[in-house]
């Protein structure tokens, strides 16, 4: 049941995530195959920063591959690694659900031509999957992140290209951003509530096997 719902919960938010416009510049650029890298061992470790201030360490990681309907998903688990209590509400986590120092969170990930999918099992019998970053920039598509541009970000003093994925809200003033790089991953992660930023994950460390 708690699968189910945080599943409903990532649907309300591709609902949301959509509005008329649609890049055809953008729509030119080839995303790269190693966008985000996914092979069991791979980690990535983050540090999320609260608008008060606040920080806690954040780890992913794949620990494990499973074939689903022919098709090769990646396990990742996202966890909370330092228990810091008292601090309230974090605000959005690195894939839109709730993580705690208790409870970490399981999701499937694969990458096809068009973008990448989050996949998951509900009721543990019914596999349910839809798109999270697509590949491409036009709002037509119910994806959760779209690709809006690239930009030139420096990472442990070497000029990488980063590539743009942005939720752009139908309604309310939340925008959500992540700049992924090829061979790293999500090196990134921003929310943005009417011009301020109230939460960020910035990666500290990666092991890319």
């Known amino acids: 049941m708690k699968n189910l719902i945080l599943l409903i919960l990532l649907l309300i938010v591709i609902i949301g995530c959509s509005d008329k416009s649609t890049n055809n510049d953008n729509n030119n650029v080839t995303i790269p195959d190693n966008i985000f ?9 983050y540090i999320q920063k609260h608008m008060n201030g606040k920080q806690r360490p954040y780890d992913v990681r794949i620990i494990k591959d499973t074939i689903v309907n022919s ?23 690195l894939f839109s659900n709730i ?16 973008g990448i999918y989050l996949g998951g099992y509900k009721d543990e019998h019914i596999w349910v999957e839809f798109l999270y970053f697509y590949f491409f920039d036009d709002s037509n598509i ?3 992140f779209r690709f809006t541009g690239q930009l030139s970000i420096t990472y442990n003093n070497t000029e990488h290209k980063a590539y743009i994925f942005k939720c752009i809200p139908s ?15 999500i090196l990134k992660y921003e929310a943005i509530n009417d011009s301020i930023v109230y939460g960020v994950f910035d990666i500290t460390s990666y092991i890319i096997k």
């Open 99 to 114: 993580v705690t120092y208790e409870e970490p969170l399981y999701r499937y990930f694969v990458q096809r031509k068009d």
């Open 142 to 144: 119910n994806s959760v």
């Open 37 to 45: 890298p996914m092979k069991v061992g791979n980690e990535w470790t």
């Open 171 to 185: 309604y309310g003033k939340d925008t959500c951003i992540y700049y992924l790089i090829p061979n790293i991953g």
């Open 71 to 93: 098709e090769k998903w990646y396990q990742m688990e996202i966890r909370v690694t330092e228990d810091i209590e008292g601090l309230g509400d974090w605000g959005p986590d």
